[in-house]
């Protein structure tokens, strides 16, 4: 039982972990730094602050930063199943997964998830689930539109871009309602587009929001930040 040999994503050792425990004791050992919150902060819900919480795994830094790209831009989505541990490890130190009804993950826009193939963070929940006992609802979100690239946009400019893109289909509200959801992400960096996935959920009668992101970016201020 202790499993087929396999080379570890980050370092490239030989072992039977996906990504082996010094790789994990090395760089996954340290919270990411407050930023727009904490690796498991709890944020007071308001119209401008919908997650109830904000849970990260690692921070996005050198060597995730890099596996993150490749998964999202290298054609690589079965890096997920090696990270996906780490956020379930996150989210279980966090709160207690049974006090959730389902993972949502953040859909692409219809034409670049026809371009990519893929949608990062629904690989990502899709092998996290099993470990936290909780379904992937990725039909329970829609994004109803593209948005321009944020990568240089402020916190209040993103969540402009952001307005109104995402919906719950009318199919889905139903099974929205009442429900506290677990929003799934790859990268948090001002979690302008988790909060307004959020709040979409929110208006169609979801109880709670709770963001779980593999990756948080530092907090402009951290010492480490370009």
């Not at 490239?12 to 919270?31: E, F, N």
């Not at 995402?166 to 988790?194: C, H, I, N």
Request: aromatic share 4%; with cysteine; glycine share 6%.
């Amino acid at each position: 039982g202790l499993g087929w040999p396999t080379l570890c994503v980050v370092c490239r050792r030989r072992g039977v972990q996906r990504i082996c425990a010094p790789c994990v004791a090395t760089y996954a050992s340290t919270p990411p730094s407050p930023g727009a919150a904490g690796p498991a902060e709890e944020t007071p819900r308001t119209a401008a602050r919908p997650l109830a919480a904000l849970v990260a795994a690692v921070p996005f830094e050198f060597p995730w930063a890099g596996l993150v790209h490749a998964m999202k831009y290298g054609d690589r989505p079965e890096l997920s199943r090696a990270l996906a541990p780490l956020m379930v490890d996150a989210l279980q130190r966090a709160i207690d997964p049974r006090n959730v009804d389902c993972l949502v993950p953040v859909p692409l826009a219809e034409a670049r998830a026809r371009q990519r193939g893929y949608n990062v963070p629904r690989e990502l929940a899709r092998h996290a689930a099993p470990g936290v006992g909780r379904p992937v609802a990725d039909d329970w979100l829609h994004r109803c539109r593209d948005t321009p690239s944020q990568a240089r946009l402020t916190r209040e400019a993103r969540l402009r871009n952001l307005a109104g893109a995402f919906e719950v289909p009318s199919r889905a509200a139903r099974q929205v309602r009442g429900r506290t959801v677990v929003l799934v992400d790859d990268v948090v960096t001002t979690g302008a587009t988790l909060e307004a996935a959020a709040h979409a959920l929110l208006s169609a009668g979801a109880a709670s929001v709770i963001g779980w992101v593999l990756a948080r970016t530092p907090a402009p201020n951290a010492s480490h930040a370009a």
